[in-house]
């Protein structure tokens, strides 16, 4: 029995051990603080607040964590809007920014605290504006895994900082267009989202300061990200490529 226990207290130490160490970033009203978790998930601090992005692996990813003030979520598939760690994870006072089809899956009392946008609308939340931007496949089709209008990527203004999150998304114009990204999170997985080729090229066209690779698993395992470091820089040494990982917990 002892020799359990203590092979469990390891085993918690050793999860949160190979939690990738945080990142920070200077705005204009204190550190940003970026805490990468779990495939899409991560989690921001920034003048006092703290910001959950997609809320997935459960509630051991999360702990020694504060609670969040707010929640994002991209899409309905499981490993963007989990319902079984928001139910272990402490909500009581966050605010829910989600799209239509995200609300629709809420649990009821969790919907008096969201906040619905659909693409290309605007919001604001205790001193940070956030946009939704939109998220799908290419080419547009009805059985697309994702299609235009049903997720939301989104928008952070923090203290001046622009930090784009790009949800589920090929390599979209919508993504493509953007303009003064401090720092981008861009997924990369096939058969799901793009490969790393796409996604090099939509953020040498957008030309974020700072570019995180995430979400990077797919159906064959993950995503070459040193590749696509090297395919980004390659053509534009000056965007940092911040590569971490994603996946040590599991």
């Known amino acids: 029995m002892k020799q359990l226990f203590i092979f469990l207290v390891l085993l918690n130490f050793s999860l949160f051990a190979q939690r990738p160490t945080s990142d920070q970033i200077e705005t204009k009203k204190g550190p940003l603080i970026i805490q990468p978790i779990f495939h899409g998930s991560l989690v921001f601090t ?5 910001i959950y992005v997609d809320p997935y692996g459960g509630q ?19 490993d963007h809007l989990d319902l079984k760690t928001l139910e ?8 829910f920014i989600v799209p239509q089809a995200v609300a629709e899956k809420m649990p009821e009392n969790l919907k008096k605290r969201m906040i619905v946008l659909a693409n290309e609308k ?26 235009k209008g049903i997720g939301n990527g989104y928008i952070l203004n923090l203290g001046g900082k622009m930090v784009y999150l790009s949800g589920d998304t090929e ?7 953007l303009k003064n990204i401090d720092v981008a999170f861009v997924c990369m997985n096939l058969p799901y989202t793009m490969d790393i080729n796409q996604a090099a090229s939509a953020v040498i066209e957008f030309k974020p300061k ?16 040193e590749k696509f470091k090297s395919l980004v820089n390659t053509t534009n040494s000056k ?11 599991y």
Not at 46 to 50: L, M, P
Not at 210 to 225: E, I, Q, T, W
């Open 171 to 177: 390599d979209i114009p919508e993504m493509r267009q």
């Open 122 to 147: 605007s919001t604001e939340f205790e001193g940070i504006s956030i946009t939704a931007i939109a998220m799908y496949n290419l080419p547009e089709a009805k059985d697309s895994k994702h299609t």
């Open 210 to 225: 700072v570019v995180y690779p995430y979400h990077y698993r797919g159906k064959d395992g993950l995503s070459d990200v």
């Open 239 to 249: 965007i940092e490529v911040r590569l971490r990982n994603w996946y040590t917990t």
């Open 46 to 50: 920034w003048n006092g607040k703290t």
């Open 60 to 78: 051991r990813v999360f702990e020694k964590l504060a609670a969040p003030d707010l929640i994002l979520i991209t899409d309905i598939h499981q």
């Open 88 to 95: 272990t994870i402490n909500t009581d006072k966050a605010t």
